[in-house]
């Protein structure tokens, strides 16, 4: 049967080669084809170019060999790309999760009410906890001090992805099992990763006869989850496998899961696999892999030692396990956003180590007596148990009252230890810690200046409520490609405000537009005049603080995401300087012609 | 390989696409298991390994800064592709200028011999190098659907989505592709499959 013309037999084996063809047009081709040799030529002549095509191209652009320590500038250029929007989704993203379960917030309110109880001699619920709950939550009036006694019924429903079950509470942790999607499960134990900073929570669940984590984004909690534990990195199972207290659902078509002990922190390596560091400052060589544990020597710089292993927890940090004086320590390759150590050779076959993120604490956690600070009010302060954490900015100031203004009390250097005692939230850029530093008792910023030892209390996921921030600058910026708007704004004299917080806030750029090709960038430039020291420190709302010399300028990519950007310019408390600056945004757009 | 890369591998559940928010914990999952496919296509469009490192780290940021807007209407690769594809242009567009430079400047320079490129000299036989040249001869547009279909073996719908195109035009376009690939590779090897196909008549 030849009911096709060559030219559209052809034009339909252009379209089979495509997976474009109908399966009845194709048997009407395959029809033609057995009729027409020089259709069937050309067909094969289409396969054999098709061949040639699908081997040869490959081969020209292989699959990369990326290396580990590109994809950790990546994933660095991509955080700090977002950082300064962080703020935003804790309180969008991160803290409605959390705040839907209400399980969460009744084990909150209940400390609300201990510590509040203590702090206040009041009884405080979770209404009145400022900040803690959004309006549209259900309160928990029903709570009593001593509601822990009842049977929990808390369960976990794994979303639509399903859920994955690690045998420790962080990312790179392996996988033990993974629950299906919308399957329930008994929760356990709740734990939050660090402090009030981040908002990672993570679920203890049971299954298949055995406890694991799964992420909160994936596991939905309900129920009453009253009597389920709260973990903090000091109480946390060391053994996964450890039977569940509550029983393990029945499921005899359940495969046993075999589950992989976690190493220790102290444990050895693998060998070298060609891989060195080399220190690029003096650089502290931890016990583990994280700031929190024992400092055990120093890594000079200009040193290169061969690295044995990495690890890369859940929240920004990669650590780099070295050889060194005979025993295995952690060099930090990037912490808050600083290099310590380069890294050079085959990095990327490095075996990653699983350890605990954080250093098992055998110590008792004493219970901290808050004392009202006369210098706060009292509705804007919240009280913690203990909590402890080390500073984030170098000279940072501790000063007497909640205020920039304030006498400094001492200065600290990056990495010094405090206790925090209280919170002053006397809105978004007006957020305090009172801490001990061990000398003085003073107030520090709550602005991304501490890394936290631990989860601290009733503080949570969001110590700082969304309240309406003095913006220094509303922009109503058009979505017009090439758009520019700058404004120049000088820093106050040297009244002992050495700090300031620039809340910028961009307006008329619609939110609900979802061409991912626009961005927006914004560029500070910092002018000085006087004597003193040239360097500030700048961060995104005081974050991963950097060295922006005095006419320097950086540009930050904001993307299209956020409405508002917070950043923090300190200026070193030993210079006479007088600081202005400027900020330019600028609107493009990533499209071809 | 973990079992959360192989999930993310085998794309996002649009369901759960709805709780894509930047976190670090996203970022982290989306960089380890999508930047290496971004930096391979980025170079596969752009031909330079530097610059494709480059616009590869500038597309996982506006990917990232736009995830909430991420619907799932696409696959999530498709969705990252087409982003990197956009940016990619600007780099196409800002080479183009720069070669203008560089040709307006050579052009009082003795034509040199040409020097293989690394990547040509990468070639198995010169087979392989007449195919690599054939489809660096063709234009933007032609090559682009060329290399999404048979280097990323991506379908016609999907390449449609990357470049915006309705899948009429990416149809044709990889119809004039081929022909004109049939017809270059001939004209250099006389004994061609195509010739043995018409000898076939």
Redesign the interface.
Known sequence: MMSLTHTRAREWMEAEVDGLLSAGDRQVLETHLEGCTECRSYMAELQRLEVRLNTSLKHRWPFPQVERGRLVDVNRAVKDSTRGGQMFWRLTYAARPVFELGAVITIMAIMAWVIGSVATGTTLTAENIPGLLPATLTPTPTLTADSSAQVTTCAGVAGAAGAQVRDWPATPNPVIAVIEAGQTVPVIGLYWTEGPVTSDVWVLVSVQEMTGWASNQEIAVAGDCSAVAVYTPATLPQNAMTPPPTPAPTNDTATQVQVSPVPQATGTAAASVGCSVTGLVDTPIYSGPHRSYTVIDTFPTGVTSAAIGWFYGAGYDTFIQINWKGAPGWVPANLDGLAYVGMDGSCSELPFIAVSPLPPTNAPTPTYQPTPDPTATATGVTSLAVCTGTTTFDAMQVLAKPSYASAVLVTLRIGDRVTVLEIYNGGEANVWYRVDTGSVTGWITAIYSLNFDRPCGNIGPTPIPPISVPLDFTFNAPLDIGHSTSFTRALPGDNGDRAHVIAVKLDGIPQGNSDPTYYRTIQLLVECSGNGSTDLRWGYYGNSPLTLACGESINVNMGMGWDSQYYVLQIPPDTGLSVSYEVTITVGAYTGP | M???TM?LHSD??P??TR?M?????T??????DY??HV??FA??ILNDPDEA?DA???A??????????F?GESSFKTWLYG?TL??C??H??KKRTRQTVANALTAFQLVMGHQPTP?ES???NE??RE??SA?DSLDEGHRMV??L???H?L??REIAEIMRLN?GTV?SR??YA?RT??RKLTLKNQHT??EE??A??
């Open positions: 973990t079992n959360q999930s996002i559940d369901a759960a709780r928010a930047p976190t670090p914990a970022i982290d999952a989306v960089v380890r930047y290496p930096q391979r170079h596969s490192e590869a780290q500038e996982m940021i506006a990917a990232v800064n736009s995830l909430e807007k619907r982003i956009n940016i242009r600007g196409l567009r990547e990468a070639a198995r087979s392989e195919l690599w489809v060329v290399i279909r048979y280097v073996e379908p016609v899948e149809h990889l119809h081929r690939l049939a499959h195509f196909g018409e076939e008549l």
